[in-house]
């Protein structure tokens, strides 16, 4: 089906180690984006790619790196784990349609 | 950056009782998405309102768009428990999308 890809689901980590949240749509959509998800602030944004080639910084990114791999592929890395980063991750890509999100990660850094 | 506040935070109903929720925004308004999400689920698409007076429909939920105001509500006639879940308001004033603040709605049976 026809998509927004999002691994993984689930993970565990110690502070301080390093993880890769991978990202891939196939609707051909210029625009893709990484949210974090934490009770009662709603959704923030914190990187996306208007386009291949490139990346901008949302509200929240401190913390994170991203990298546009192709148009499919847009990843999410945490260098160095913070227990802060505890969340629910969502990837979304986007066109004039509008927006379809992943079905999320939930991470929790111990 | 656009803020969207939403009210209320949470909303605990009987089955069968009506009830609304409301994104306000801090910005002017050029089109507002709703979305729903259950637990351990991603976002589910609601519906996109795109002109001021706008009012859409799909199923029991209606959701209509009030520009002067900035603000747009979400209407849930008869609920059941099925509705239950967090209702997020969105908007993109441009290449970034903003998301509302969020409130979890528990239906009891």
């Known amino acids: 089906?026809?998509?927004?890809?999002q691994t993984p689901k689930f993970q565990v980590l110690k502070t301080g180690q390093s993880?890769?949240?991978?990202?891939?749509?196939?609707?051909?959509?210029?625009?893709?984006?990484?949210?974090r998800q934490d009770p009662g602030m709603g959704l923030r944004l914190i990187y996306y790619s208007a386009s291949e080639g490139t990346t901008d910084k949302g509200e929240v990114p401190?913390?994170?790196?991203?990298?546009?791999?192709?148009?499919?592929?847009?990843?999410?890395?945490l260098e160095s784990a913070a227990p802060s980063q505890t969340s629910v991750y969502f990837c979304a890509s986007s066109d004039r349609d509008g927006y379809t999100f992943g079905s999320g990660t939930r991470l929790t850094v111990v | 950056?656009?803020?969207?506040?939403?009210?209320?935070q949470s909303?605990?109903?009987?089955?069968?009782?009506?009830?609304?929720?409301?994104?306000?925004?801090?910005?002017?308004?050029?089109?507002?998405?709703?979305?729903k999400q259950k637990y351990g689920e991603g976002l589910i698409f609601l519906m996109m309102l795109q002109k001021g007076g706008e009012e859409k429909s799909h199923e029991k939920i209606?959701?209509?768009?009030?520009?002067?105001?900035?603000?747009?509500?979400?209407?849930?006639?008869?609920?059941?428990?099925?509705?239950?879940?967090?209702?997020?308001?969105?908007?993109?004033?441009?290449?970034?999308?903003?998301f509302g603040t969020g409130t979890s709605l528990t239906v009891i049976p």
């Open chain 1, 1 to 5: 089906n026809a998509g927004v890809t």
């Open chain 1, 19 to 35: 993880m890769t949240l991978q990202c891939a749509q196939d609707m051909n959509h210029n625009s893709m984006y990484w949210y």
């Open chain 1, 62 to 77: 401190n913390g994170y790196n991203v990298s546009r791999l192709n148009k499919r592929e847009f990843s999410l890395r």
């Open chain 2, 1 to 8: 950056s656009q803020e969207l506040e939403q009210s209320p």
């Open chain 2, 11 to 35: 909303l605990i109903v009987q089955e069968g009782k009506n009830l609304t929720i409301n994104c306000t925004s801090s910005k002017t308004l050029y089109g507002l998405y709703w979305y």
């Open chain 2, 62 to 98: 209606t959701a209509k768009l009030d520009e002067k105001k900035q603000q747009s509500s979400l209407h849930i006639t008869a609920s059941q428990p099925s509705h239950a879940g967090i209702y997020l308001c969105g908007a993109d004033p441009g290449n970034q999308f903003y």
